[in-house]
């Protein structure tokens, strides 16, 4: 029989079977079994009547005459292409199945192997059968899908290049490719969670969900997941599950947590900086899914790309905050500069003020020895003005200490009524010097604080001080109290009809060395310090204090909000027994200070006084007049040439006849580390200059008296 294939004239896809010699025919039959391509005849019968040996390759052990389509193919693949050759016989022409994806068993004992099959269906010219050309194309539509794959992967990439380049906040970052990574994998959810170093926690901060999920947004714990997993993160490998439930590397706690979180397969792709884990970009699946290679990589490519721009970005902020901190400092360094200056030559003032009634007061005494009048005018001068001094002088200490945060306040119960007496009689000086009205107006019921009673005075002396200096002469001051007992606190107002505050002023006024206008004061202004110690002390007793005024010419209030004493833990008062006065005896005093003036000045106080006071001017003057003299009190300057103060009180206290001698440190210093420091060189008191002679006095009486018992 010869076969020969021949294209009809009116149908070029027909073909003509003819029978022709035996030896054409097995000529034939061999082209048909050699050729390369896989081939085979379908009869009338829609059975396989003949095949060639690429055929049997492609399609297996089942690929026999006799056999069908049904037997070479899946059965939802088979019923398609049995419908394909019959299309084919009845119409006569070619009918193609490109790419067809078919489950081959190639042995009978081997598993099913996917295979992707090009079909071409080729009708014999005489309708009785059907030429099968089937080509296995699976490794092309494979390089084709990794080609479209990459395809894809580059747009995403170039997308989230795109948004995340042009970003200036990390949110944006994180919104943008969670989004469209999420949307690319068709995946349930898509994270970014921060992990803080040496820390067991990470927190999701920002996520993408699909519709229908629920936010996971919050704090977990990475052990819980198991710490197989958290090994592989800090390693810089991404932990990828395609089934929670068959994940050795899961633990039960994890899984438990997964499912209720909807998701069976997850990415958690790591981000390194430097030595350590910072962060997990994680993609969750809800249903179990096996990931490819190429979507693990587009992950880890996603990942490392956002990082680079959320570094990127945050440094950037990072950046603009310092340049704007610098430019912030530069002012305020400006600010700083311009007020020293100004407290510099405000402080020179301060101190010149007092200094020139000093000396005149100086003058008057050597030009009228003998008029008595004269004399005691110009000695109450001088103690006005030296107090002035001291009060600036104290105001500079206190606003030191108060900032340095080293002022202890000295709480007891308290009536406020008491502690606005106290402050209206340190004002009142000064506000009869300027010829100023002063209304009190205070609730009859009593108010008790717990608070320093000492620092309450000195908060609203300040603040009747300064509406004094910045009040014309005969101006009206009022002090006004009112209780807000539903707040558990008093409100205390000091109100002016002085030079007023601008509106942007009102709370600079606070600030350090910031004054208003003082051309029309007829007062000194002051250093510019007392508001700033008045909030500092009021922040201190846990209340709060408010400038108001409705600008220049219209006056001044100061309202202090202070809370009142715990009525629940009310202190019943104490009885104190009278004081009863101390005998005085002369005692041999010894006084040490290098300025020969200051040392001198307080000899003849005490001589005065009806003691016997020496002089030494530095450290080992004072140590060998101690030894030769053994007095009963030692005042010693601090910082003195040859040996300072701190070792000359060690040296006395070494010896026998020193230890029960009075040891009194004298230094312009007064800061708890500096009293701290003199009671451990062995001092038993440590004064500030300018000493008071009452204070002195006091100590000296006592320690007198205590000689006198020991001597009786």
Known sequence: MQVMATAAADDPVGVDIVTSTAADAEWMRDVFDQSPASMALIGADLRLSL????????????????????????????????????????????????????????????????????????????????????????????????????????????????????????????????????????????????????????????????????????????????????????????????????????????????????????????????????????VHASNARHWSQSEIALVQAVAERSWAHLERVRAETLLRANEARYRAMAEKLSDSNRLKDEFLATLAHELRNPLAPIRNALELMNLAPDHQDVIASAREMMGRQLAQMVRLIDDLLDISRVSRGIVELRRSRMMLKTALEDAIETSRPLIEQAGHHLHVNLPDEPIELLADPTRIVQIFANLMNNAAKFTERGGSIELHADVLRDQQQVRIAVRDNGVGIAEGMLERV?????????????????????????????????????????????????????????????????????????????????????????????????????????????????????????????????????MNGYEVARQIRSATWGRGCLLIAASGWGHVEDRQRSLEAGFDHHLVKPIELGELDRLLREHGADQWVERW
């Open 51 to 282: 095949i060639n040996a690429g055929f049997a390759q492609l399609f297996g052990y089942r690929a026999i005459p006799g056999a069908t389509i049904r037997d070479l193919l899946p059965p939802a693949v088979a019923a398609d292409h049995l419908a394909l050759v019959q299309q084919a016989r009845l119409s006569g022409r070619l009918v193609t199945a490109p790419a067809t994806r078919c489950l081959l068993q190639l042995q009978a004992d081997s598993t099913c192997v996917e295979r992707c099959i090009d079909f071409a269906y080729r009708p014999l010219r005489d309708a009785s059968g059907v030429l099968v050309l089937a080509t296995d194309v699976t490794e092309r539509v494979a390089a084709d899908a990794a080609l479209h794959d990459r395809g894809r992967r580059l747009r995403l990439l170039d997308q989230i290049g795109q948004v995340t380049r042009m970003a200036a906040d990390p949110r944006e970052i994180l919104q943008s490719t969670t989004y469209l990574l999420g949307e690319h994998l068709g995946v349930a959810r898509c994270t970014y969670a921060d992990i803080e170093p040496e820390q067991d926690r990470f927190t999701i901060r920002h996520e993408w969900a699909a519709p229908g999920y629920p936010t996971i947004v919050g704090e977990y714990s990475l052990a819980s997941f198991g710490h197989q997993a958290a090994a592989i993160l800090e390693r810089g490998e991404s932990f990828v599950v395609d089934d929670v439930d068959a994940e050795p590397a899961m633990t039960a706690t994890g899984r438990d947590l997964l499912k209720r979180l909807l998701t069976r397969a997850l990415i958690w792709c790591p981000m390194i900086k430097g030595d350590g884990l910072r962060g997990i970009m994680a």
């Open 510 to 642: 606070f600030d350090m060395f910031t004054q208003v206008d003082r051309s029309h004061t007829q007062i000194g202004g002051g250093l510019g310090i007392g508001l700033t110690l008045v909030r500092r002390l009021v922040e201190m007793h846990g209340g709060h204090v408010e400038a108001r005024s409705k600008g220049p010419g219209t006056g001044s209030e100061f309202v202090v909000v202070l809370p009142l004493a715990d009525p629940a833990h009310a202190e019943a008062p104490v009885a104190t027994a009278p004081r009863r006065e101390r005998p005085t005896i002369a005692l041999q005093i010894l006084v040490a200070d290098d300025n020969v003036d200051a040392a001198r000045s307080l000899s003849m106080m005490l001589d005065l006084i009806g003691h016997h006071a020496s002089v030494a001017n530095d450290g080992i003057q004072a140590l060998d007049l101690a030894r030769s003299l053994q007095p009963d009190v030692v005042i010693l300057d601090i910082a003195m040439p040859g």
